[in-house]
């Protein structure tokens, strides 16, 4: 079938959203079906540095549309960069025909997606993946309008775990049966354990966006007092992401140059030797959609030490396969790192049941025959045209955060 996939980040940009696009659109093509990608991108000196940006590049088997956002990263004006996608899809379609829309976030993606939808006459799947489930909607009336009318009218709902999903409807008010839970998934076969290492020290990895709600900043606090007792050990930083800057001077102030290192920006071609270097993965997240850091960590067994956070959980038992604290609890943070640091019987332990769930569940030819499913069932569908397309301006009085800030969303 013909498929177009709307993406809100894309390489070069680093983000779990452009992995997952990347992988889906691998396994679409090795099915057989013909896919365009339009997707966002961040052109300005500021986006690049923050995630990385540019246009997007070839993939093969791909008809790649790049659309660099311009009002999203001059004002802050989702809208025109909304336009600018929907008028984009409504030409591809005249091109040449699609079968199904599929929108990855719910705003701005999802209901640019949807506004096509009723102008061509497509059925749209939307994926909620981060930031549009945590924390679109509490952001202003615009964008919660935004957001439920994606939800409630999409042809089918997308999210990647049950907590996620019960957040979203706590937030939102949505019907639960709205959703269909497809999880995260990962390349398996590209990531893969190392051979198994004896560091002395043990090396411990933060992979991913560089990001306060991702809890580098906690981990910082946490190594420090391990650093403080005596404890051995090496951190390893890697990425890019909006708190890169203050990351680099807390290590600093906090006297940790000797014992933690930070990368920068590493290509995903390069990510799985970036977690073969190190036996422990810390992940102190305050929410994710699913992680794919995790995942990753998982399939190249290493001991996960995460929060219980949304998005976590649904991967992660604590003791099982993990270890798992509060989200902010640096304290126990400290003592969950010190107790995989001293305990090698325990890193092999938990890697050993995280490799054996991840291959088991989260290998990307299953996740993607779930989708799949998805778009069969919706192909040749009439979309939902009971909601309005117009939304509410901007209220002054109650600005939304995410136009001072839009690349935090």
Not at 110 to 128: D, Y
Not at 326 to 332: E, F, I, W, Y
Request: glycine share 10%.
């Amino acid at each position: 079938m013909r498929i177009c996939f709307v993406s809100r980040r894309f390489f070069p940009a680093i983000s779990g959203m452009s992995v997952y696009a990347l992988n889906l659109l691998h396994q679409l093509v090795a099915a057989g079906h013909d896919v365009t990608m339009i997707s966002q991108y961040r052109g300005d000196d500021f986006g690049k540095r923050v995630y990385g940006g540019g246009p997007p590049p070839e993939v093969p088997g791909v008809r790649i549309v790049g659309l660099e956002q311009l009002g999203e990263q001059t004002t802050g004006d989702f809208e025109r960069d909304i336009v600018t996608m929907r008028d984009a899809i409504v030409a591809e379609h005249r091109r040449a025909p699609f079968d199904v829309l599929h929108a990855q976030y719910g705003y701005p993606t999802g209901w640019a997606t949807l506004l096509a939808s009723r102008e061509i006459g497509v059925p749209n799947v939307v994926s909620i993946q981060g930031g549009d489930g945590h924390w679109v909607g509490s952001c202003c009336e615009t964008h919660r309008l935004a957001m439920t009318r994606v939800l409630d009218h999409a042809g089918a709902v997308l999210i990647g775990c049950d907590s996620f999903r019960t957040e979203v409807v706590d937030r939102l008010g949505t019907d639960p049966a709205r959703f269909t839970i497809v999880p995260g998934a990962v390349e398996t076969e590209r990531f893969t354990p190392g051979p198994a290492l004896t560091n002395d020290p043990p090396v411990m990895l933060y992979h991913g966006r560089v990001d306060a709600r991702k809890g580098v900043l906690d981990l910082l606090h946490a190594v420090k007092q391990l650093h403080t007792d005596g404890e051995r050990f090496h951190l390893l930083i890697s990425g890019i992401g909006p708190t890169f800057d203050e990351t680099a001077a807390a290590i600093v102030d906090l006297g940790l140059q000797d014992c933690v290192e930070m990368t920068g920006y590493v290509d995903y071609a390069d990510a799985p030797a970036i977690y073969r270097r190190a036996s422990i993965f810390v992940s102190p997240t305050y929410a994710e959609g699913f992680s794919n850091t995790v995942l990753e960590a998982m399939a190249s067994r290493m001991a996960v030490v995460s929060c219980r956070s949304v998005g976590v959980v649904d991967c992660i038992r604590d003791g099982e396969n993990g270890l798992l604290t509060d989200p902010g609890d640096v304290p126990a943070l400290t003592e969950a790192l010190r107790r995989v640091l001293r305990d090698p019987a325990l890193r092999n332990r938990l890697a050993d049941a995280a490799l054996a769930e991840c291959r088991a569940v989260y290998a990307w030819p299953t996740v993607a025959g779930q989708i799949m499913d998805v778009y069969a069932l919706i192909r040749g569908t009439a979309p939902d045209l009971d909601f309005s397309p117009d939304l509410p301006p901007d209220d002054p009085a109650a600005p939304c955060r995410f136009r001072t800030d839009p690349h935090l969303l």
